[in-house]
């Protein structure tokens, strides 16, 4: 379910012109609701880049 908004966040916050403020309110909360996600790849990555350099 997760990569579904996240696919579809991305849809509409690159690829489409949000016109109703009250769907551009629930994009954005889908957004910030995924932060945790991103930041939690981002240091996954960063973990494995400083496993394969050291």
Same mark, same amino acid.
């Given at each position: 379910m +997760?990569?579904?908004?996240?696919r579809n966040?991305?849809n509409?916050m690159a690829?489409e012109y949000?016109?109703?403020?009250? &769907?551009?309110?629930?994009?954005?909360l889908i957004g910030?609701?995924?932060?945790?996600?991103? +930041?939690?790849?981002?240091?996954k990555?960063?973990?494995e &880049?400083?496993r394969? &350099? +050291?």
């Amino acid at each position: 379910m +997760t990569g579904w908004r996240s696919r579809n966040l991305e849809n509409q916050m690159a690829h489409e012109y949000v016109e109703d403020p009250n &769907i551009l309110h629930g994009v954005f909360l889908i957004g910030y609701d995924l932060v945790p996600l991103l +930041t939690a790849s981002a240091d996954k990555m960063l973990d494995e &880049i400083e496993r394969r &350099i +050291t």
